[in-house]
C-alpha cells in the first residue's frame, strides 16, 4: 500500500517547479523586451525579427513529444535538471555574439530546451497530488509564465537599459543554474503517484475495467484531446504574440516609451496570474464538489477562450487607443488560465503509465501556435500601410481563431466519457461505464 505523501513535501516540489517555470518565461520574455536594440545590433527588420522569434519553436514541439516519451521511462528529475543546464548554456552566446546564425541557433536550441518543460513540470508535480486535487498546482505552475514575464518586465528592462541587453541574457543564464543546485540538493525522488505507484484509496478513483495500455492513437484522436489542443493553441497563439510582439506594439503602435511598456507588460502579465490562480482554484472547487469534469474544466476552458477571443476583437475594432489597449490585452490574458486545465484534461483520459508522453504531446500541439503567430504578425506589420493597421490585422487573426477553438472545443470534450471509453477494449466500448469508488 502506498503511503500518502507529505502535504508539505509535495508544495515544496510545487514551488520549485513554480520557480522553473517562472525562470522559463523570464527566458521567452527577453526577446521581446530587448527586441528594439538587439533587432539594431542584428540589422533586422520587422519580419526579420518576426523569424528569429518563430525560430524558438522550430524544434519545440518535437522535443516536447520526444522528452514526453522518455517521461515514460526516465525520473522526470532528472530530465528537468538536463532540460534547465540545456536552455543556460543556450543563453550564453548571446552575451557576444554578433552572427545572426548564432542567434537562430541560440534561439532554436534554446526553444528545443524549454519545449518539454510545462509538459513535463506537470507530469512531475502530478506524482506528488491525487487525480481530483491537481488543478490548483498545476495552475500555480502555470501562474509562473505570469511572475516569470512580470518580474522579468521592469527587472530585466532595467537591466538592458542601464548595463546592456547581452548582460539580461547573461542574468537569465545564471538564474537557470542556480536552480539547477537548489533542485538537486532537496529534490531526490519522485511522487508516489507516479506509474509504479497505487493509486490512494480515499482519494484515486478507478475503473472496474481498467486497461494498462491504450494505443496512442486512440487517446490522440479522443474528442478531449483533440478540443483540449485547439483551445490550448489558441491560447498559446496568443502568449506568444504577447511574449515577442507586444512590448514593440506598445512602444511602436502607441508611442509609449520603453519603460513605460514595460511596466504595462507588468501590468498585463499581473492580470493574467491572477486569472490563471482564480481560474485554477475555481476549476478545482467545483471538481471537489461533485461537478463533472466537462463542466468543471472542459467548459471553464471554453468559456474562457470564448471570452477572450470576444474582447481581442471588440479591441481590434474600437477606435479610443486606450480602450483598445486594455480590450486587446485582457483578451489575450484570458485564455491563458486554460493551459493548466488542459493539461489535466488530457491526463485524466490518460493510462499513468502513458501520462509522459501525453502531457508532453498535449503540451508539443498547442504550442505550434508559437511558430505561426510570431512570423505572420511580423509580416502583417512589415506589409501594412502603417504598422498599427498591421497590428490590428494580427489581433483581429488571434480573436477568430479563439471564437473558432471554443465552438471546437465546446462540442468534442467529454473526459468522463472518454477516459471510460479509452480504458475499456474497443470491441465492448461501446457505451460509457461508471466509475466506482473505493471505499474510504
Known amino acids: 500500500m ?3 505523501p507529505s502535504t508539505r513535501r509535495a508544495w515544496l516540489v510545487t514551488g520549485l517547479l513554480f520557480v522553473f517555470i517562472v525562470i522559463n518565461f523570464a527566458d521567452k520574455a527577453l526577446l521581446g523586451l530587448a527586441s528594439k536594440p538587439l533587432s539594431a545590433a542584428f540589422g533586422l527588420d520587422a519580419a526579420g525579427y518576426g523569424l528569429v522569434a518563430s525560430s524558438f519553436f522550430l524544434l519545440f514541439s518535437v522535443s516536447g513529444i520526444a522528452v514526453g516519451f522518455l517521461a515514460n521511462r526516465f525520473p522526470t528529475r532528472w530530465l528537468l535538471l538536463a532540460l534547465v543546464i540545456v536552455w543556460s548554456i543556450s543563453l550564453a552566446p548571446m552575451t557576444w555574439t554578433t552572427s545572426i546564425a548564432v542567434l537562430v541557433a541560440s534561439r532554436v536550441t534554446l526553444g528545443a530546451a524549454e519545449g518539454p518543460a510545462y509538459g513535463l513540470a506537470n507530469h512531475s508535480m502530478f506524482k506528488w497530488f491525487p487525480e481530483n486535487k491537481r488543478q ?3 495552475s500555480v505552475l502555470l501562474m509562473g509564465s505570469s511572475v516569470g514575464t512580470l518580474l522579468a518586465a521592469p527587472g530585466l528592462t532595467w537591466v538592458i537599459q542601464n548595463v546592456g541587453w547581452r548582460t539580461a541574457f547573461g542574468v537569465t543564464s545564471l538564474l537557470g543554474v542556480l536552480w539547477c543546485i537548489v533542485w538537486m540538493t532537496l529534490v531526490r525522488e519522485e511522487g508516489p503517484y507516479g506509474a509504479s505507484a497505487e493509486p490512494s484509496p480515499s482519494d484515486e478513483p478507478v475503473l472496474t475495467t481498467a486497461v494498462q495500455h491504450v494505443a496512442y492513437r486512440r487517446i490522440f484522436c479522443s474528442g478531449t484531446f483533440i478540443g483540449s489542443v485547439l483551445l490550448g493553441f489558441a ?7 504577447a511574449v515577442a510582439w507586444v512590448p514593440q506594439f506598445l512602444q511602436d503602435g502607441h508611442g509609449l516609451s520603453a519603460t513605460a511598456a514595460g511596466n504595462v507588460v507588468a501590468a498585463f502579465w499581473a492580470v493574467s496570474g491572477a486569472l490563471i490562480l482564480g481560474t485554477g482554484l475555481l476549476s478545482q472547487r467545483l471538481t ?4 463533472s469534469t466537462t463542466w468543471s474544466r472542459g467548459m471553464l476552458s471554453v468559456a474562457m477562450v470564448l471570452a477572450g477571443g470576444i474582447l481581442t476583437l471588440l479591441g481590434a475594432l474600437v477606435s479610443s487607443p486606450t480602450l483598445s489597449v486594455v480590450l486587446l490585452l485582457a483578451g489575450i490574458a484570458a485564455p491563458g488560465g486554460v493551459v493548466a486545465i488542459i493539461v489535466t484534461l488530457c491526463e485524466e483520459i490518460s493510462p499513468v503509465q502513458q501520462r509522459g508522453a501525453v502531457l508532453g504531446t498535449t503540451v508539443a500541439l498547442s504550442t505550434l501556435a508559437g511558430v505561426i503567430a510570431p512570423t505572420l504578425m511580423g509580416r502583417l506589420v512589415e506589409s501594412a500601410s502603417e504598422e498599427l493597421a498591421g ?3 494580427g489581433f483581429a487573426v488571434l480573436a477568430i481563431i ?7 472545443g465546446a462540442a468534442l470534450i467529454r473526459p468522463t466519457r472518454d477516459a471510460v471509453l479509452l480504458r475499456r477494449p474497443r470491441e465492448t466500448a461501446t457505451a460509457p461505464d461508471h466509475y466506482t469508488q473505493r471505499p474510504t
Do not use: K, N, Q, W
Not at 491560447?235 to 504574440?241: K, L, M, N
Not at 479563439?402 to 471546437?408: N, S
Open 391 to 393: 497590428y490590428t490585422t
Open 402 to 408: 479563439c471564437v473558432v477553438a471554443a465552438v471546437a
Open 235 to 241: 491560447a498559446y497563439f496568443g502568449v506568444a504574440i
Open 288 to 291: 471537489l464538489r461533485g461537478v
Open 2 to 4: 502506498t503511503l500518502l
Open 136 to 138: 490548483l498546482p498545476s
